[in-house]
């Protein structure tokens, strides 16, 4: 029988034996007797006494002997590449072991990720990205060192990337607003191909990682190469700054190229015409209820739980969410909005609308006369409306002193220009007057996919009779 350091390792780690009994003919390979000596760990064999490393013999010469020529023939066979079963290969050293062995797999898919990488490399350059080629090439430089430390069974040293400490590195992925002025948002196609494959290569280093677990740490939560695991887990965080990095970027360059390069009747200069910049926000479906509608949907007397303010002073998104019902579909955990509204009114975009076959009815908010009904669910109850199912019409928050500013009023409509890569131009838009609002559009889901852009982008306000 072959003893090897990962079967050593493997259940030395469920036990914590100081004495293993092995059976008698075992040979004993030498990085599990290194393993052996490093935890002080006695070897009993079988019938024949101790086995005593330091003198490479048993208590029985025979029987020493004859180990040492089995482990010999053993060491002569798996050496021996004509005789090494296709379907084995080199752990390490001469030892063989299933390709199915857990640091097998786990060295297939850093190899996989290194081809991914120089793939991604490409496609870059063919883009005209070069810097972010050579932040590749660092990072795959660096995974084919990480690859022989573990092969050679040497520990590796992790000093960070890009001039950036690992610490350095999980601080500007946890505040990327902090550091790029761009916030946490989820995975668009609007970000464009270059974010996309940064995106791509994140999610699939996290493989490796998971990988890397299985072949070195037990359930018990003991890991033997903790050095590769925080390797893998900062690359994960890398590419996410690299995919913020270059988000910040367009977004400072489109913003002045294509505010650059679109004219507005009324202004002279880039300063007049900032005024008219105006910050767009995407909303995505929601719920506003009435007090006496939300007690039957949650309970008598239940108070929604602020998750997030809104750009609207006052406003807030709750952690509640209640289930859509409609003739022929129904979308769940659709986010409650808070405070309470006089009556429940339900924000759907036209997709929405179609899903749950309900007719795509354009209203301001408030104005629900001739709009469809719904079924709405909670935890305590149900409830039936008859109308209040919208798509709201697109608007524009003015807070007073802005819309002096811009010589507008409550109820006047006006076009805007989106400034993004797929510019587009939306009339009859809604302006909304208070010294309680912030200056924002509102768009929906719909809307904001067709014109490619997400919460953070920016419009032009043109006249109203602009053309």
Not at 75 to 90: A, D, G, I, R, W
Request: glycine share 8%; charged share 25%.
């Amino acid at each position: 029988m072959i003893i090897t350091e990962f079967e050593l390792r493997a259940n030395w780690h469920k036990t914590k034996d100081k004495v293993i009994t092995l059976p008698a003919g075992s040979v004993i390979t030498p990085s599990a007797r290194d393993f052996i000596r490093s935890k002080g760990i006695q070897v009993q064999i079988e019938g024949d006494g101790v086995y005593d490393l330091t003198k490479n013999t048993f208590a029985n010469a025979e029987h020493t002997r004859n180990l040492k020529e089995q482990f010999e023939k053993h060491e002569s066979k798996t050496l021996n590449p004509k005789q090494k079963p296709e379907h084995m290969t080199h752990l390490y050293g001469g030892n063989l072991v299933s390709k199915k062995h857990p640091i097998i797999a786990y060295r297939g898919q850093l190899d996989l990720f290194q081809t991914e990488c120089v793939e991604t490399q490409v496609f870059f350059q063919e883009q005209g990205e070069l810097e972010l080629v050579q932040k590749l090439e660092e990072i795959t430089a660096m995974l084919r060192d990480l690859m022989v430390a573990e092969v050679r069974e040497q520990p590796f040293e992790f000093n960070g990337l890009f001039g950036l400490s690992p610490d350095d590195i999980r601080e500007r992925s946890h505040h990327p607003q902090k550091y790029y002025g761009i916030p946490h948002t989820p995975l668009s196609y609007t970000h464009g191909p270059i974010v996309a494959k940064l995106q791509y290569l994140r999610s699939r280093i996290r493989v490796v990682e998971l990988f890397a677990n299985q072949a070195f740490c037990n359930d018990q939560g003991e890991c033997s190469r903790p050095d590769i695991v925080l390797v893998l887990n900062r690359l994960s965080s890398v590419f996410y700054i690299l995919a913020c990095e270059v988000r910040s970027k367009e977004a400072m360059g489109n913003s002045k190229k294509e505010n650059k390069k679109t004219e507005h009747p009324k202004c002279s200069s880039e300063k007049d015409r900032d005024k008219y910049i105006v910050p767009i926000g995407i909303s995505n479906r929601h719920v506003h209820l009435s007090e006496e509608d939300l007690n039957v949907l949650f309970g008598y007397g239940y108070n929604l739980t602020k998750q997030k303010d809104l750009s609207q002073p006052g406003q807030f998104s709750a952690i509640e969410g209640v289930t859509v019902v409609g003739p022929k579909g129904t979308l769940e955990n659709v986010r409650v909005l808070g405070p309470t509204r006089g009556k429940t009114q339900v924000e759907l975009s036209v997709t929405d609308c179609f899903a749950i076959g309900v007719p795509p009815v354009v209203r301001d908010s408030g104005d629900h006369k001739g709009t469809p009904g719904c079924i709405l669910s909670g935890p305590a109850g149900n409830i039936e409306i008859e109308n209040g199912v919208i798509v709201a019409s697109r608007h524009i928050h003015l807070h007073t002193q802005d819309a002096e500013e811009l010589q507008l009023k409550d109820g006047d409509k006006v076009k805007v220009q989106v400034l993004s890569q797929r510019p587009v131009i939306f009339d009859d838009v809604l302006i909304r007057v208070s010294p309680n609002y912030q200056k924002e559009m509102h768009l929906d889901r719909d809307e904001g996919n067709a014109a490619l852009i997400g919460t953070g982008g920016k419009g032009l306000i043109l006249e109203g009779d602009y053309e």
